[in-house]
């Protein structure tokens, strides 16, 4: 019994593949960088399976002050990923939060020059007019669709553009104090892929323990049964 059971978590840790993911952007790539106050990791992407060929990509802007709360004026004003499927099979659909532009492109694309990062499937585009902007606090969350897509599709480096590659996601951001903007993301190699904990063999093979009785209890258990019968004979 304990040895089916080891092999069907080992089965499950190493043949199921990941159904969520998280890119977390807290590194600098080019220009300036957020305020030394803001809430880090600035923005966070969390892309899950959601069912047969169809994932879910929740976009969190945390641009907002540690100590406030308040969003700092900060926005995205793109944010890039990659998928290792067809983009000719690929839609997408807004779902809920902030709504910005998607631009899927299989030409590749790199947002802007300024990112440098290199080239990308996906563009989330968040417009600078004041009114419209993708600030801290918001979210935006959209569906894609296509043809064997999962959420380790965006398990993708970016493409070199001559110079600049290897990121699974960066994005730009403007708005920062004295009007300064700057890029940031995560790299392939600084991702952290989460884990999957299973018991050891020893554990899932060990059987249970029987508790056995200490020489003193047993002692003590003989005397009263010996004190139990004695009075039943009087």
Known sequence: MHKILFATLVAMST???????????????????????DVSPWLTATIADAGANKVQLTLA???????????????????????????????????????GWVVTDDVYTNGSNAIKAGLFDIDFIGPRANANRFIGGMTSVYTFSGKGLTADAFLTPSAADGKYSGYYTAAD?????????????????????????????????????????EPASVLLLGVGLAGLLALRRR
């Open 173 to 213: 951001i403007a708005g920062m104090a004295g009007g300064g903007s700057g890029s940031v993301g995560l790299s392939a190699s600084a991702y952290v892929a989460p884990q999957t904990l299973v018991p050891s063999r020893v554990q899932a093979e060990e059987p249970a323990r029987q508790a056995v009785p």
């Open 61 to 99: 802007n945390h641009l907002v002050h540690a100590g406030t709360g308040l969003a700092t004026g900060e926005y995205v004003s793109n944010w890039l990923f990659n998928v290792n499927t067809s983009l000719a099979d690929l839609s997408y659909q807004w779902v809920s939060g902030y709504a």
């Open 15 to 37: 043949g199921a593949s990941a159904s969520v993911i998280t890119f977390n952007l807290s590194a600098p790539i080019n220009g300036s960088a957020p305020g030394v106050t």
